[in-house]
């Protein structure tokens, strides 16, 4: 199959739903491979695959949770085992856990830092390993948040990890320069998906929210599916070390209410 990606396999974590899944058809219909990873919801995985071959791609599915360092290689190994390469690489599984910064469990705290830093942390290491050790170029891709660089009271662990992603990318863009891998990350704004839920329903704060964006809409995943698609492709590879905001305007523009 013919397209931007053609032949090349992408892994990417929290594909069963919202940005991930959005990439993943993105990526198929434009001739990759992808390992669609999810943790608990098969259903919705199964899904993404069915959709990314209908896109013109081929995928696999691989139940790994990002949190645990075992799985994470798995997820790797599988891409190599079943599909002989892992190209590129989409840090996208995130969660976030709403509560005032002196509510904050080490339960809670725990649980948004693993999947959001620790689990990409070690997931690209697992990656790394295998090109270095193949002497290939690859590409990493970083969905992060608006919040890596914009506060969001009653989300201070939230903002820890994407702040922490930030960091980890502009570190790893001059380690990894020397091997051909590129890393970058993508930073949403408010995208219409299953995590802005709540948000959506609630109509005086999305009317509030909708008010400090200068587009004066959500965005929608395919709109960062598109930007993922440049860094992963060709037109990209001199592209590494930056933060590419997707949000309308937000971080411009934002003030608390």
Known sequence: MSGRLAGKVAIVTGSGSGIGQAIAIRFASEGATVVVDYRNNIDQAQATVSKAEAAGGKAILVK???????????????????????????????????????????????????????????????????????????????????????????????CASKGGIRMLMRDLSVELGPLNITVNNIAPGAIATPINTKLME??????????????????????????????????AAYVTGSTYFVDGGLIRNYHEQ
């Open 202 to 235: 609630d109509k005086p704060k999305l009317d509030a929210l909708l008010a400090n964006i200068p587009l004066g809409r959500m965005g929608t995943p395919e709109e960062v599916a598109g930007l993922a698609l440049f860094l992963a492709s060709d037109d």
């Open 64 to 158: 790994a949770d990002v949190s645990n360092l075992a799985d994470t290689q798995n997820l790797v190994d599988q891409a190599y085992t079943q599909l002989g390469r892992g190209d590129i690489l989409v840090n996208n599984a995130g969660i976030e856990k709403e509560a005032a910064f002196w509510d904050v469990t080490e339960a809670d705290y725990d649980a948004v830092l693993n999947v959001n830093l620790k689990g990409a942390f070690f997931l690209t290491q697992a990656f790394v390993r295998r090109l270095r050790d193949a002497k290939l170029p690859g590409r990493i891709i970083n969905i992060s948040s608006v919040h890596e660089d914009m506060v969001f009271p009653n989300f201070a662990t939230y």
